[in-house]
């Protein structure tokens, strides 16, 4: 529970760094040619968020040799995506906050199916 606090704790820092100073960090990193990117800095911090909680989950399933709910969620975060960029792809911020819905929705559903296993587990016990 606390890597996922910490890492996603810094993932919404980053992102509200990142679009609080967009075109500064753009200019200092890319160049002032790449300025018009700016405007695409926050649908990729707010896709960025849920793909940080996946690989956090993904890093503490793997080390528990239970990886079942990640493949799972993951697969169907993935079905989904795929549903989202037919339907939400007028612009790349609706493509982007489609695909973010729907690793929110695969993160919810793995901590929802690692939280009832491990009731389960202890209920066994």
């Known amino acids: 529970n606390k890597s996922l606090i910490y890492g996603g704790g810094i993932a919404i820092a980053c992102a509200v760094v990142l679009n609080l100073f967009s075109e500064f960090v753009i200019k200092i990193m890319y160049g002032a040619q790449y300025?018009?990117?700016?405007?695409?800095?926050?649908?990729?911090?707010?896709?960025?968020?849920?793909?940080?909680?996946?690989?956090?989950?993904?890093?503490?399933?793997?080390?528990?040799?239970?990886?079942?709910?990640?493949?799972?969620?993951?697969?169907?975060?993935?079905?989904?995506s795929g549903i989202a960029v037919v339907l939400f792809h007028s612009s790349i911020p609706q493509l982007l906050y489609g695909i973010s819905g729907c690793l929110t929705f695969g993160v919810v559903?793995?901590?929802?199916i690692t939280k009832?296993?491990?009731?389960?587990?202890i209920a066994l016990k």
Do not use: G
């Open 116 to 121: 009832i296993q491990h009731k389960r587990l």
């Open 35 to 80: 300025i018009t990117a700016a405007q695409y800095m926050l649908p990729i911090s707010v896709l960025i968020i849920p793909v940080t909680f996946f690989m956090i989950l993904m890093n503490y399933q793997l080390a528990v040799s239970n990886s079942k709910p990640l493949v799972f969620s993951l697969a169907l975060s993935i079905v989904c």
């Open 109 to 112: 559903l793995d901590l929802m």
